[in-house]
T-cell receptor, first 114, second 111 residues
Framework: EAGVVQSPRYKIIEKKQPVAFWCNPISGHNTLYWYLQNLGQGPELLIRYENEEAVDDSQLPKDRFSAERLKGVDSTLKIQPAELGDSAVYLC????????????FGPGTRLTVT | RKEVEQDPGPFNVPEGATVAFNCTYSNSASQSFFWYRQDCRKEPKLLMSVYSSGNEDGRFTAQLNRASQYISLLIRDSKLSDSATYLCVVNMRGRDDKIIFGKGTRLHILP
């Protein structure tokens, strides 16, 4: 069975440019999470979807970040415009249940903003 | 007090030794607990769930102490391949479901 797929794996952009990340969760997993992870830190939740509904986006910086999960399957996370401090690994995870601690992570997208 | 706290380490442990680390949580409403393992430059992977009665999986034992609000992970007969960062995860269910990851404890098994 395929795991969580993310693309791209690496992205280097200049500040003020837009960037988008894509995630395809494990088939049948209704809940999808986007996390941000800085070096030496644990993953920090940005947004959680249950099917196509964003049920927790309290930590998403809405002035520059946006996300969508049309049709309740794959999802896109966008940053516009990117700032130097956005350099991090962006992880997508999915789970069967709602707000489930048993999550399966994708390999992440490593973003470098110069 | 932070919601989930872990000693960042690193713990440098000789191969074959037993090592244990704790994770404390601040919210008594926390309902479920997990340990994840994260290798360098890789994604986190679920290691084990932590049940109220404790949980053992081979060389790994996880325990929960609700009274003192901490969970622990014990690794016996440590292997070089156990070198990784171990993340504690606390799931708080309620009006606002929250899943909180700790910052992780780095473990280095020395040959």
């Amino acid at each position: 069975e395929a795991g969580v797929v993310q693309s791209p794996r690496y992205k280097i952009i200049e500040k003020k440019q837009p960037v988008a990340f894509w995630c395809n969760p494990i088939s049948g997993h209704n809940t999808l999470y986007w996390y941000l992870q800085n070096l030496g830190q644990g993953p920090e939740l940005l947004i959680r979807y249950e099917n196509e509904e964003a049920v927790d986006d309290s930590q998403l910086p809405k002035d520059r970040f946006s996300a969508e999960r049309l049709k309740g399957v794959d999802s896109t996370l966008k940053i516009q415009p990117a700032e130097l401090g956005d350099s991090a690994v962006y992880l997508c995870a999915s789970s069967l249940g709602s707000s489930d601690g048993e999550q399966y992570f994708g390999p992440g997208t490593r973003l470098t903003v110069t | 007090r932070k919601e989930v706290e872990q000693d960042p380490g690193p713990f440098n442990v000789p191969e074959g030794a037993t090592v244990a680390f704790n994770c404390t949580y601040s919210n008594s409403a926390s309902q479920s607990f997990f340990w994840y393992r994260q290798d360098c430059r890789k994604e986190p992977k679920l290691l084990m769930s932590v049940y109220s009665s404790g949980n053992e999986d081979g060389r790994f034992t996880a325990q929960l102490n609700r009274a003192s609000q901490y969970i622990s992970l014990l690794i016996r007969d440590s292997k070089l391949s156990d070198s990784a960062t171990y993340l504690c995860v606390v799931n708080m269910r309620g009006r606002d479901d929250k899943i909180i990851f700790g910052k992780g404890t780095r473990l280095h098994i020395l040959p």
